[in-house]
């Protein structure tokens, strides 16, 4: 009796490990899913396969490399640097001091048209060593007080351009807004004014959503430094073109901005006189200032860079998929038997 009472005990203290064994594996239940055992593609890259998916690549590939060039180099684009040509000879050795002065910063400026330029013409701004990437730079703005008039006061994170001297909260605030772009551009061909259509060179979106139609300046650049540009206090923000373009911050130093654009077409050999007020500060930081006249095609601006890229891969391709098939037709390889394979072996896989 007492034998059969510790065959029984033993035998239910093994059940219990067992238990307590299989409770505190580690290993997942078993899943075809979690195991990657679900039915697959699992493709053998023959030689001709090979070759067939190179040469496809560069059938693709080239003809779209060569269309983007070919987009890219009818556009037509005129690039003008002048932050130091407009500077006089006087002030060339301090231009810091020049232009925080107040000398006229007026300038005129020549621009031969070398081939014709169809409308609309769009005139950008170029900054070279320009970082509004900054991350204190970019989080200085507030955008609940840009779109709603209610939160004029919400300047938390616009330090150090939130308050006025007597606390008064800066719309727009932050230093985005405060160093806004203020050289202007004026263009004319011979006795003919060039007008400048500034409507809708910003986002649709932005306009709509990032920008209130009842939000207006208020105590804007009134400090004793002024970073740029002022803004009319009786237009919206929302119809501020030039300050939404700006608050768009670039991701690179050197970015351009679109200024406005003119809906003329110009001639082949067109003299364009250029008349700017020379206002912004990169002298202290060594920055460049660019005028750049651009047309555009169905690419969008000029940029080479996508159809050497195309070409450049689909000739790649090309030259891969020619030498495959002569080191194939040269030097064939017998190819293993497939029923060989893992998979093909063990279909179930458990």
């Not at 779209?64 to 060339?92: K, Q």
């Not at 000398?103 to 970082?131: A, G, H, S, W």
């Not at 727009?172 to 004319?188: H, K, Q, R, V």
């Not at 050999?269 to 555009?296: A, C, E, P, Q």
Request: hydrophobic content about 35%.
């Amino acid at each position: 009796m007492s034998s059969n009472t510790a065959t029984s005990s033993s035998a239910a203290a093994g059940s219990a490990d067992s238990s307590a064994t299989r409770r505190n594996s580690k290993r997942p239940k078993y899943s075809r899913f979690t195991q990657q055992e679900l039915p697959a593609c699992k493709p053998i890259l023959t030689p001709r396969w090979v070759i067939s998916a190179f040469m496809l690549v560069s059938i693709v590939f080239i003809p779209i490399g060569v269309a983007s060039l070919f987009a890219s180099r009818d556009v037509v684009e005129i690039v003008d640097r002048y932050e130091t040509d407009c500077i006089p000879e006087r002030f060339r050795s301090d231009k810091v001091k020049f232009i925080q002065s107040r000398e006229d910063k007026l300038c005129n400026r020549t621009i031969t048209v070398p081939k014709r330029m169809k409308k609309p013409i769009y005139v950008y701004y170029q900054l070279d060593n320009f970082y509004q990437n900054h991350r204190r730079y970019v989080k200085s703005r507030s955008d609940q007080q840009l779109r709603d008039p209610s939160d004029a006061g919400a300047v938390s994170t616009c330090k150090p351009e939130d308050y006025t001297n007597d606390r008064q909260p800066i719309v727009p605030c932050g230093l985005i807004a405060w160093s806004l772009f203020n050289d202007t551009y004026s263009f004319s061909r011979g006795n003919q004014q060039l007008a400048v259509n500034k409507k809708d060179i910003s986002w649709k979106s932005d306009r709509e959503h990032k920008f209130g139609d009842k939000v207006f300046p208020r105590n804007f650049q009134n400090g004793t430094l002024k970073g740029g540009a002022d803004l009319d206090s009786s237009i919206p923000l929302s119809k501020q073109e030039d300050l939404i373009v700006w608050m768009r911050t670039a991701a690179l130093p050197t970015f351009r901005k679109l200024y406005g654009k003119i809906e003329t077409d110009l001639e082949a050999n067109d003299v364009i006189h250029v008349t700017l007020r020379n206002h912004y500060n990169t002298y202290s930081f060594d920055g460049k200032k660019k005028l750049v006249l651009s047309t555009t095609s169905w690419l969008g601006g000029k940029n080479d860079f996508m159809g050497i890229a195309y070409l450049t891969v689909g000739g790649l391709c090309f030259f891969l998929a020619m030498a495959f098939t002569v080191v194939y037709l040269i030097k064939p390889r017998q190819l293993g038997d497939p029923s060989y394979l893992s998979w093909n072996r063990n279909p179930g896989g458990h």
